[in-house]
T-cell receptor
Framework: DGGITQSPKYLFRKEGQNVTLSCEQN?????MYWYRQDPGQGLRLIYY???????QKGDIAEGYSVSREKKESFPLTVTSAQKNPTAFYLC?????????????FGPGTRLTVL | AQSVAQPEDQVNVAEGNPLTVKCTYS??????LFWYVQYPNRGLQFLLK??????LVKGSYGFEAEFNKSQTSFHLKKPSALVSDSALYFC??????????????FGAGTRLAVHP
């Protein structure tokens, strides 16, 4: 899992509640990503950021929000608008420059809606 | 649009036997292909990638992958499987860069079970 940390490891949310998942990296990577993993569906991209103060919606951004105020941090907020948030959430980062650089992943946060 | 397919949900192999996990892709332009492994309740670990050059790519933990342009495949292989290789394996392809951004498209994953 390298120099990428995610917290908490497990998170429980009540209906109608917003929660924020933390992702921090000390790899000096420019680009950061959030994925959602559901059984049998692989990874789906929620948001990604190429540089500080810039981010783009991925394939399933509805009900999620992000910020990128610092290079090392890319928190993800799961809002009450996300109707089915129970999933495993993975953060990744990649160096900038050449587009062929590898993405490295954090250990993940498992979110469960009660 | 770029896509990647892993045709097998699960692969079962006896310990000591060779293993193959299949991946096929569809891209416009040159393919950039990756393999990752995921152990239970963990993040993905990078195994290897193909960008250009030799069709046989060697990676971590004794794994290798063979790029075959004519068959649009990038199968993951290992000569002798270990029980500890049991995990979920993902193939990924780089999406067409847009506006300076690039991202990966992942297959659905293949569960590898190595039996003693």
């Amino acid at each position: 899992d390298g120099g990428i940390t995610q917290s908490p490891k497990y998170l429980f949310r009540k209906e109608g509640q917003n929660v924020t998942l933390s992702c921090e990296q000390n790899l000096n990577h420019d680009a950061m990503y959030w994925y959602r993993q559901d059984p049998g569906q692989g990874l789906r991209l929620i948001y990604y950021s190429q540089i500080v103060n810039d981010f783009q919606k991925g394939d399933i951004a509805e009900g999620y929000s992000v910020s990128r105020e610092k290079k090392e941090s890319f928190p993800l907020t799961v809002t009450s608008a996300q109707k089915n948030p129970t999933a495993f959430y993975l953060c990744a980062s990649r160096t900038g420059g050449t587009s062929t650089d590898t993405q490295y992943f954090g250990p993940g946060t498992r979110l469960t809606v009660l | 649009a770029q896509s990647v397919a892993q045709p097998e949900d699960q692969v079962n192999v006896a310990e000591g036997n060779p293993l193959t996990v299949k991946c096929t892709y569809s891209v416009s332009g040159n393919p950039y292909l990756f393999w990752y492994v995921q152990y239970p309740n963990r993040g993905l670990q990078f195994l290897l990638k193909y960008i250009t050059g030799d069709n046989l790519v060697k990676g971590s933990y004794g794994f290798e992958a063979e790029f075959n342009k004519s068959q649009t495949s990038f199968h993951l292989k290992k000569p002798s499987a270990l029980v500890s290789d049991s995990a979920l394996y993902f193939c990924a392809v780089r999406d067409t860069p847009s506006g300076g951004y690039n991202k990966l498209i992942f297959g659905a994953g293949t569960r590898l079970a190595v039996h003693p």
